[in-house]
């Protein structure tokens, strides 16, 4: 056989060879979350997807985002979470205690991710922050001194402040057992009377702020999950009717017309769970990675409902605001 006829003969093989193409695995993660709607789903919901795109994974092309809404009914986040365990998912995303202890329980090996838990050391989810040295890693929200500033600039914005309303969800009762236990811790230090009321639809707002006033609050204050029923706006616009300054955790409460807002960017704490999330799908051991605290906190000031409220606020508090509404 010549050249030409060992070339042709090759290019007959070649056109009777059918390619082939590796496939790319898709992984699965589980989200749980509170709600599947309004402003902190969206916000949290891009930070976590921009997190994973920038570790390479995209929804739709190598990622399956499995969400799975509790709709404020912390019941029902472990049924939730033992069916995506018969999936089976790669990856649980159980960003708040609820939906990490759904996991926890749901079965034995899969990793956790977390994001907004006050103190996973405390909750034994990990040995410590530095080296977890379970299944869970990721990012915890808050930390001691979080709570205790926030009520500290409730006490220098409010002259003579010393009692205080928390607005607690009732559907979330149990999720903010923590976040209560550091708040009284603080209220203690600082010498302040906390007054508590529960709520878990708008209806009820103003009621409990009729019990706030009954109980002699000066301000009024709201417990991190409390704002994730939704009920920001109204829960600003019942502070505004009956003249209490007060103070949320996410700046979406100042922009809605509460007096401030002091916490960490959220949509930032779900990018970088994210993150974490895309190195885990990529074989890192999550027992062996150090978890990040919060990096940054915004402090948003509204000037508008300072003098809705007849409320003067200190320059010194004034200069130290990130952002002040007008």
Not at 106 to 129: Q, R
Not at 159 to 164: D, H, L, T
Not at 198 to 211: N, Q
Not at 261 to 271: A, L
Request: contains cysteine; hydrophobic residues 40%.
């Amino acid at each position: 056989m010549d050249r030409r006829q060992l070339t042709l003969a090759i290019m007959g093989a070649g056109l009777g060879a059918r390619p082939v193409i590796a496939q790319e695995r898709v992984y699965r993660v589980g989200y749980l979350s509170w709600q599947d709607e309004g402003a902190y789903y969206d916000v949290t919901l891009r930070g976590f997807l921009e997190g994973l795109r920038s570790e390479g994974f995209v929804e739709g092309k190598n990622l399956q985002l499995l969400r799975r809404s509790a709709s404020n009914n912390a019941d029902r986040f472990k049924p939730m979470a033992k069916d995506l365990a018969g999936v089976p998912v790669d990856l649980y995303f159980a960003p708040a205690t609820p939906m990490a202890t759904a996991a926890w329980f749901a079965d034995k090996k899969t990793p956790i991710v977390i994001a907004t838990i006050m103190d996973p050391v405390e909750l034994k989810f990990v040995n410590s922050l530095a080296r977890p040295g379970t299944r869970v890693t990721g990012v915890t929200t808050m930390n001691n001194e979080l709570t205790l500033k926030r009520l500290q600039l409730l006490m220098e914005t409010v002259p003579g402040c010393k009692r205080v309303g928390v607005v607690i969800d009732e559907a979330m009762r149990d999720a903010c057992t923590q976040e209560m236990d550091h708040a009284n811790a603080a209220a203690k230090q600082l010498g302040l009377t906390l007054v508590s009321v529960h709520v878990d639809r708008p209806e009820l707002l103003d009621a409990g702020f009729r019990k706030l006033l009954d109980g002699r609050v000066q301000a009024v204050t709201s417990t991190l999950l409390s704002t994730r029923n939704g009920l920001e706006k109204e829960q600003a616009e019942a502070a505004l009717k009956y003249k209490l300054p007060s103070m949320f955790e996410q700046d979406i409460g100042a922009r809605l017309g509460g007096l401030m807002s002091y916490g960490p960017d959220f949509e930032d704490i779900f990018r970088r769970a994210g993150r974490y999330a895309g190195r885990v799908l990529k074989g890192g051991n999550p027992a062996e990675m150090a978890m990040e605290e919060p990096r940054q906190f915004r402090f948003v000031l509204n000037m508008k409902t300072a003098r809705e409220i007849g409320l003067e606020i200190p320059p010194a508090v004034r200069l130290r605001a990130d952002e002040v509404i007008e």
